[in-house]
């Protein structure tokens, strides 16, 4: 299985900061024959279930704010909040779905 | 409207056999990938496995394999997670989810969670 580690576990930042969270692969997520990347970001949020923010690594899905951006190609991601609101309090998680599906153990990300 | 509505919250006892369900509406049921994720409480979400109700194609997480059981009724547009025999430690919250509509099989699509609580 591919496994996926995010970096931090943890951060807090204060209201309109810059949030940067890291996930890496533990082999490449990416596919030559269509040149995508096979890696999606999702918010967590208590009492509500997973939200997709992110997918093919750098798509915004629908209805996501573009403070949210992903980036990143092969085993290196990054998902960055550019300037983090209240309402972004949550944990995000990182997930491959080159081969199977795994996800990150998760980044919190809280208002310092 | 897509939706996956997932069957209410249940508890059980150690040793005792469960069928929780995610009924999806609004896209091609058959048409996607529909995965179980599991997210034991103050815990990550884990992958547990997947299935492709158009011809039942599934696939376990290592973790997942042997623990539980994932099949589909298309005639009704329903996903399961099924249990022999449960332990404790399956008490969690299951999320289902659906890669309807999307370009590939990232999980666009969840349903509203239930929550599994084993204890004797």
């Known amino acids: 299985d591919i496994v996926m580690t995010q970096s931090p576990d943890s951060l807090a930042l204060s209201l309109g900061e810059r949030a940067t969270i890291n996930c890496k692969s533990s082999q490449s997520v990416f596919y030559s024959d269509n040149n995508k990347n096979y890696l999606a970001w999702y918010q967590k949020k208590p009492g509500q279930p997973p939200k997709l923010l992110i997918y093919?690594?750098?798509t915004r899905a629908s209805g996501v704010p573009d403070r949210f951006s992903g980036t990143g190609s092969g085993t290196d991601f990054t998902l960055t909040i550019s300037s983090l609101q209240a309402e972004d309090v949550a944990v995000y998680y990182c997930?491959?779905?080159?081969?199977?599906?795994?996800f990150g153990q998760g980044t919190k990300v809280e208002i310092k | 409207e897509v939706q996956l509505v997932q069957s209410g919250a249940e508890v059980k006892k150690p040793g005792e056999s469960l069928r929780i369900s995610c009924k999806g509406s609004g896209y091609g049921f058959t048409n996607y990938w529909i995965g179980w994720v599991r997210q034991v409480p103050g815990k990550g979400l884990e992958f547990m496995g997947i299935?492709?109700?158009?011809?039942?194609?599934?696939r376990y997480s290592p973790s997942f394999q042997g623990q539980v059981t994932i099949s589909a009724d298309t005639s009704i547009n329903t996903a399961y997670l099924q249990w022999s025999s449960l332990k404790a430690s399956d008490s969690a919250m299951y999320y289902c989810a659906s890669s309807a509509y999307g370009s590939g099989a990232y999980l666009s699509y969840w349903g509203q969670g239930t929550l599994l609580t084993v204890s004797s």
């Open positions: 299935i492709f109700p158009g011809d039942s194609d599934t």
């Open positions: 997930q491959q779905y080159y081969n199977s599906w795994t």
């Open positions: 093919w690594a750098s």
